[in-house]
């Protein structure tokens, strides 16, 4: 008899290796940054915005921030604009910035919600000026000779609108967020999607930061996939170069979100399906946790 029922019995059992987590994270606010190849595959793309959902359905609140470099960089070659990158950031002039924003708001956020909506879901789009949720000023990065690069209209975000973040979410709606900010004088800024996600995170004092990438997660010098890993550690392997490359910024951002009011910080390949649900509810996760 229990034969017949075997495979819906392994379903529940799934579900139930899920309880102390929906019970741990009720009411909580999740910050997840989406971008790479999860926005690139119309599956995948499909499946986060069920976790997503899913997340708010079950009483937590979800909060993205979502990039869009590859898309960017495809309208900027059909227009004939020139994209060059100082220091891994990409050079931003009035023109590009048009580009940017245009791409950010009328077509990647503006997926985002039509995909959040068909799901079932309350989506609320905050779109550089609309809003004006994230406060910027203009950013300066040095050279390894100490001068400073201007970057064009590349931006750093100082603030966050939190309380009327705060306010959308306890109505039920799922912020959906583009990395532009606005400084004093109404002037919008590119910033770099990770970065704008982790003082979100911080200033809503969010129970995780969760940034989707496209690799596995924090590596050790055997190539082996760290689960668990403290701020204090962290430091090390940057010193040390376990960690280097494209990583480094990704865990510094983290770090940032931890220090200023983030309670975890997960890196999880967004190349997975479903990879939001599989490192929040499952004992082992998917990716990487970094912790205080």
Request: hydrophobic share 40%; glycine share 10%.
């Amino acid at each position: 008899m229990l034969k017949k029922y075997r495979h819906l019995i392994r379903r529940a059992n799934v579900v139930l290796e899920a309880l102390p987590y929906l019970k741990q994270f009720h009411d909580k606010i999740i910050v997840i940054k989406y971008g790479g190849a999860a926005m690139q595959n119309d599956e995948l793309k499909r499946e986060v915005i069920q976790d997503v959902v899913l997340l708010k359905y079950v009483g937590m609140h979800p909060v993205i921030v979502h990039g869009g470099g590859p898309e960017i960089s495809k309208s900027l070659k059909r227009k004939g604009i020139e994209t060059r990158f100082v220091q891994g950031m990409r050079f931003t002039s009035k023109k590009v910035l048009e580009v940017v924003e245009n791409v950010l708001g009328n077509k990647v956020n503006a997926e985002i919600c039509r995909m959040i909506r068909k799901e079932g879901g309350k989506p609320k789009s905050y779109c550089g000026k609309k809003g004006k949720v994230i406060k910027a000023r203009k950013l300066w990065v040095k050279d390894k000779n100490g001068r400073y690069l201007d970057l064009g209209l590349i931006g750093k975000a100082i603030g966050i609108k939190y309380r009327y973040l705060y306010k959308m979410i306890k109505k039920g709606y799922i912020p959906v967020l583009s990395p532009i900010g606005v400084g004093r004088k109404g002037q919008t800024f590119n910033i770099n999607a990770d970065f704008a996600a982790a003082k979100v995170a911080a200033y809503l004092n969010a129970e995780k930061l969760i940034l989707m990438t496209d690799v596995r997660g924090v590596l050790n010098k055997k190539g082996k996939l760290i689960s668990e890993v403290d701020a204090k550690k962290i430091r090390r392997m940057i010193d040390n170069e376990t960690i280097s490359g494209g990583m480094i910024p990704k865990v510094q951002c983290g770090l940032t979100a931890l220090k200023h009011g983030a309670n975890n910080v997960h890196i999880i390949d967004g190349r997975v399906p479903h990879a939001v649900l599989l490192e929040l509810f499952t004992d082992y996760g998917i990716g990487t946790m970094v912790v205080k």
